[in-house]
């Protein structure tokens, strides 16, 4: 069984910076990050495909955040610029998928548990 785990969540005021990290304990596929705020669902927030080479964001973090895989068989990163209050969210890291589906949280295989990101006013 891979094993995800986030790390560098954190608060931090708006328009500051924060940089999420997933490291796997097996060679991992394509990998995303999705968030989930108090009351909402569990949304896409970006993926980059099992090279590093290809990436997709949601248009609400376009310009802001970047995803990046350290080679094709580790973990990776979400760098967050100009944060927003309402990027406040969970956010997890998921991996292996077709990439054909890489926006829909039912067809990955792994999760991590989370780290919370809180942007204040």
């Known amino acids: 069984q891979v094993q995800l785990v986030e790390s560098g969540g954190g608060s931090v005021q708006a328009g500051g910076s924060l940089r999420l990290s997933c490291a796997g304990s097996?060679?991992?596929?394509?990998m995303a990050w999705f968030r989930q705020a108090p009351g909402k669902e569990r949304e896409f927030v970006a993926a980059v495909d099992w090279r590093g080479r290809t990436t997709d964001y949601a248009d609400f973090v376009k310009g802001r955040f970047a995803i990046s895989k350290e080679s094709p068989t580790k973990g990776g990163h979400l760098q967050m610029n100009s944060l927003k209050p309402e990027d406040t969210a969970i956010y997890y890291c998921a991996a292996n998928v077709n990439w054909g589906e890489r926006r829909t949280a039912a067809q990955y295989t792994y999760w991590g548990q989370g780290t919370q990101v809180t942007v204040s006013t």
């Open positions: 097996q060679t991992l596929g394509a």
